[in-house]
């Protein structure tokens, strides 16, 4: 299994672009990289998965680079609303082995 | 239904009582998944069902702990002789594997606490 490894925390203020680096040095050819926000009492819910290059949606883009060993959450200008834990994960479309979360990161936005 | 249900959403109970904590996961998810989220914590990989294949129970903390899925739709996580240290809340999550996104859906959790 590709184990993650990001910050533990991370605070920024409101208006700000926000960068969060997941390391995942044994990841596997067949691995995807998806990224999750969780709020407090609710269930994570995804936000962004990427192979290889880059990756963009309507809430974040994704960078990863050639080697894949790690990746990069942007959100940019962040609000109050986006504190939240943003977990990195990594794993297979096909469901061959268990999909094993990081610790994730805490983000703090401040007014 | 639209998403994941978990029921139920809250359960309180003594020590070494049993529960059972019940997770509907999507229609046509082949995969389901359990999790464990301790207080101010990341989530613990429990339990995985994919399709008719032997789930892969390599996260259970003890022998106290078991699940099933029946039909490949409901599943259930029963703890057995509950103990303090069980006191989380259960994610169940599922996901259509093989599609292009393999975006796991979660529901809004069993939030147990062992008296």
């Known amino acids: 299994l590709a184990k993650t490894t990001q910050p533990i925390s991370m605070d920024s203020y409101e208006g700000q672009e926000v960068n969060i680096t997941c390391s995942h040095n044994n990841i596997a050819t067949n691995d995807y990289i998806t990224w999750y926000q969780q709020f407090p009492s609710q269930g994570p819910r995804f936000i962004i998965q990427g192979y290889k290059t880059k990756v963009t949606n309507e809430v974040a883009s994704l960078f990863i680079p050639a080697d894949r060993k790690s990746s990069t959450l942007s959100l940019p200008r962040v609000s109050l609303s986006d504190t939240a834990v943003y977990y990195c994960l990594v794993g297979s479309l096909s469901g061959n082995t268990p999909l094993v979360f990081g610790k994730g990161t805490r983000l703090s936005v401040i007014a | 239904g639209a998403g994941v249900s978990q029921s139920p959403s809250n359960k309180v109970t003594e020590k070494g009582k049993d529960v059972e904590l019940r997770c509907d996961p999507i229609s046509g998810h082949t995969a389901l998944y359990w999790y464990r989220q301790s207080l101010g914590q990341g989530l613990e990989f429990l339990i995985y069902f994919q399709g008719n294949s032997a789930p892969d129970k390599s996260g259970l903390p003890s022998d106290r702990f078991s699940a099933e899925r029946t039909g490949g739709s409901v599943s259930t996580l029963t703890i057995q002789r509950t103990q303090q240290e069980d006191s989380a809340v259960y994610l169940c999550?599922?996901?259509?594997?093989?599609?292009?996104?393999?975006?796991?859906?979660f529901g809004e959790g069993s939030r147990l606490t062992v008296l």
């Open positions: 999550a599922s996901r259509v594997e093989g599609r292009n996104t393999g975006e796991l859906f």
